[in-house]
């Protein structure tokens, strides 16, 4: 039981830092952005190219990968995603699942369509034991790193300056901009943020989860049941939905395997009806 509370922890982890951009786009920015695997995607592929091929350290991959689909981001945000932040939200649904359509098919042309996986050093590579119990050093590196990202994100959205324009620019973008906040420039960097964290997600994941160009369309569901659970007015609750599913889907998994993923499915259908804006809601959110 402790070993599937250690791995259901370290899957939570990961799917927090997959769909942490997709928590903020969509709570904060109020934007529905599909297409946010993509951007996981393109992180993951980014760092298998530098690990796999280019043979640098898997630190620098995950660097790479950070780096590579939050430049991403910033690009697309700028040159198409501004372009539909007034639409309506059957506009931005059908704008961002052509886009992971799009991806999907460059991703099958230029890397292949069969399944990858990057490699891992030998260091992060079998168990270690801890107060008598061997645990996967590889999801304690997970478990490490997402739990740092998550401190930082929650730091940098509330404790911030940056954040607190951020939910200026939110709340009224009118009065944002005449207090002299650069809205555009506020939203560009924190999309630009939420894809390079999906990056990361994509290249920690890679090992578990695995590359293949339909990652966006099959993790999908996975994204928005987080957002959906754990409710988009604070990073508090997609992290604690995130432990949730995460474990509840290691648990199902290993005590009912002829169920699968019907778990989390059932989970998010009797927190939908018992509480549709999802479990962590601030007081008063909408």
Do not use: W
């Not at 994204?223 to 509840?248: D, Q, Y």
């Amino acid at each position: 039981m402790v070993t599937i509370l250690f791995d259901g922890i370290a899957y939570g982890m990961l799917l927090f830092v997959l769909a942490a951009g997709l928590s903020v786009t969509l709570g904060l920015m109020n934007f529905v952005n599909l297409a946010h695997g993509a951007f996981a995607m393109a992180g993951g592929y980014a760092a298998l190219v530098v690990v796999n091929r280019l043979g640098v350290p898997f630190g620098f991959g995950l660097v790479v990968a950070f780096l590579f689909s939050a430049a991403l981001g910033a690009l697309l945000e700028r040159t198409l995603y501004v372009h539909v932040y007034a639409k309506s939200h059957l506009d931005q649904v059908l704008f961002t699942i052509g886009l992971v359509f799009m991806s999907v098919a460059i991703v099958d042309y230029t890397m292949g369509s069969s399944q990858q996986f990057i490699a891992i050093p030998p260091a992060l590579q079998g168990q270690v034991t801890v107060l008598g119990l061997d645990m996967s050093k590889y999801r304690l590196l997970i478990i490490l790193i997402c739990g740092l990202v998550t401190a930082l994100l929650q730091l940098g959205l509330t404790k911030t300056r940056f954040g607190s324009r951020l939910r200026a620019a939110v709340d009224d973008q009118r009065v944002a901009r005449g207090l002299g906040i650069n809205v555009g420039a506020v939203f560009g960097l924190t999309f630009a943020l939420g894809s390079g964290l999906a990056g990361l997600g994509g290249a920690l994941g890679a090992e578990i989860l695995g590359l293949d160009p339909i990652f966006p369309l099959k993790y999908m569901i996975y994204f928005l049941i987080v957002v959906t659970v754990g409710g988009t007015s604070s990073i508090t609750g997609p992290f604690l939905a995130s432990l949730l599913l995460g474990i509840a889907d290691v648990a199902g998994k290993y005590y009912v395997p002829q169920l699968g993923a019907f778990v989390i499915y059932t989970i998010m259908i009797v927190v939908l009806i018992l509480r549709p804006q999802g479990l962590f809601v601030r007081k008063g959110a909408r």
